[in-house]
């Protein structure tokens, strides 16, 4: 049976169970901590560390910009996980700089990595727009533990924070707290969430779409079972939901959203081939930034998959999932 819970409904079933992960429990405290570049620039503290005691030595008065320089470079922007493909991208940037501009001290030479490498992220840098379609609805994919079902939280506050009415449909019918933790997010907003005991998770978003049809509502998250792409029966049941979702509204879903957790680097890119393959991937939530010294997968993603970074996450508070900037990402990351 489906059902349609708010938070003003009192219900057993929207209370978060004991003992559940800390993500099911959502937290404000992020909004006093600061403005959103200082909550990136900390989150981004690990990668920074990890590149800055690799590049610390390269960018020095009386450098010289030799093979062994660029060299170290690019090792350094692996290890952080940037890719083979955009470092050696970076590096042939930075060497055409060094000739056309006649730099020969690698201390002049660190802006030109900052310019390099937010012309490599400024493609991917789109800010989502649901004001196209109403309702706008908003598929959500991605593996076991990528913070999928909390990023769901915060795009409901976020999109609430600019007016717009928002619904949330629980169509992730595999995993147990699945249900117990977007409910809890969903009284956390004050936002209705359509959910069932158990079932299709086709017919859980089919009937949220419906619902948010008939009441005016502005958007609509979708959450799906975390699935691996090896499995591929998980597979085609997500491409099922994606079609479902179409006959409750003709030409939705609007944005398919893939969320990655940053911890897995280069895994994150083998993740987005295969969902894109299977969905049409047209957006991406990169989570658990703070967590990680791999914060140059974005650079990777730029280069070797380009999709629209719509939102990052470096935090566990309600705010800490923020539109992608990809100005404010390298000055967090390498400094002004």
């Known amino acids: 049976m489906l059902s349609f819970l708010k ?31 200082t909550r990136l620039r900390d989150g981004l503290t690990k990668t920074r560390e990890e590149l800055g005691a690799r590049i610390g030595g390269l960018f020095v008065p009386a450098r010289p910009l030799d093979e062994s320089f660029y060299e170290e470079l690019e090792t350094a922007l692996i290890a952080a996980d940037v890719g083979v493909t955009a470092a050696a991208q970076l590096i042939e ?3 055409r700089r060094a000739r056309q501009e006649r730099i020969a001290d690698a201390a002049q030479l660190k802006q030109a990595l900052h310019s390099a490498l937010r012309e490599l992220l400024e493609p991917v840098a789109v800010p989502l727009d649901v004001t196209a379609h109403r309702p706008y609805v908003i598929l959500l994919a991605g593996v076991n533990g990528s913070g999928k079902t909390t990023s769901i939280g915060k795009l409901a506050r976020y999109f609430q924070g600019r007016g717009q009415s928002v619904l ?13 933790q977007l409910i809890a997010w969903g009284e956390r907003n004050n936002v209705a969430v359509i959910t069932q005991q158990s079932g299709d998770a086709s ?11 008939a009441r005016g509502i502005d ?8 699935r691996l792409p090896t499995q591929l029966h998980l597979m085609e049941e ?5 079609r479902v979702t179409a006959k409750a509204l003709p030409g939705a879903p609007h944005e398919v959203l893939l969320v990655l957790d940053a911890n897995t680097g280069q895994n994150a890119l ?14 991406l939530v990169l989570t ?49």
Request: hydrophobic share 45%.
């Open 168 to 180: 949330l449909a629980a169509g992730d019918t595999f995993r147990a707290a699945a249900r117990e």
């Open 288 to 336: 658990k930034l703070d967590g990680t010294a791999k914060g140059g997968i974005v650079a990777a993603i730029a280069r070797e998959r380009p999709k629209p970074v719509r939102f990052i996450g470096v935090g566990e508070g309600l705010d800490d999932l923020r539109p992608f900037n990809a100005e404010e990402f390298v000055t967090a990351l390498l400094g002004r």
């Open 7 to 37: 938070r003003n409904k009192s219900s057993e079933a929207a209370k978060p169970a004991e003992g559940e992960p800390p993500e099911t429990q959502p937290s404000d405290s992020s909004t006093s901590g600061g403005g959103w570049f």
């Open 270 to 283: 083998a993740q987005l081939r295969a969902f894109d393959d299977a969905l049409g991937v047209t957006g």
């Open 203 to 213: 017919a859980v978003i089919f009937d949220a779409v419906n619902a948010a049809v």
């Open 219 to 226: 958007v609509v998250l979708a959450d799906t079972a975390g």
């Open 93 to 95: 940037s930075l060497r």
């Open 238 to 242: 997500i491409k099922k939901v994606k």
